[in-house]
């Protein structure tokens, strides 16, 4: 059964929009990194962690489906038009926590402690402060 373009415009009307808007961008990376890097926190310790930490455990795919997901970050960052060397730099971050995060129990411990992603969030969120100020938000100030 073909849909008819009447029933896709009613779903597409029906769906959210994505922003691209450097403002939703800013709230997607956000929210992205804090999903990898502190959406747990460790009992005991009281030390944020987050998905990344998590997909580290499982011996290469984890860290590879980790390294994945944190492009996506990389490819937000490429769409607001940031210069390649920036996006070089988040790459290297990403490279330097899979290589790292592939060595047993040492990438481990390293996955607590680099955070790429954060890092990465970093650079994004300067170019946006710099070249955007309108997106800068409360809660971004603070979870700097």
Do not use: C, Y
């Not at 499982?58 to 860290?63: A, E, H, N």
């Not at 920036?86 to 955070?115: E, Q, S, T, W």
């Amino acid at each position: 059964m073909a849909l008819k373009q009447e029933h896709l415009d009613r779903i597409a009307d029906a769906m959210p929009e994505i922003g691209r808007d450097p403002a939703s961008v800013r709230q997607r990376v956000e929210a992205m990194e804090a999903l990898l890097e502190r959406g747990f926190t460790m009992p005991v310790i009281n030390r944020p962690f987050g998905l990344d930490f998590i997909l580290g455990l499982v011996p290469v795919v984890g860290d590879l489906i980790a390294a994945v997901m944190g492009t996506w970050l990389v490819w937000e960052a490429r769409n607001l038009g940031m210069p390649k060397w920036k996006i070089a730099r988040m790459f290297g971050n990403i490279g330097v926590d899979l290589v790292v995060g592939a060595v047993p129990l040492i990438g481990d411990a390293a996955d607590f402690v680099f955070r790429s992603n954060t890092h990465n969030l970093r650079i994004i969120r300067k170019h946006l402060d710099k070249h955007h100020p309108e997106t800068v938000t409360i809660e971004g100030q603070l979870n700097r």
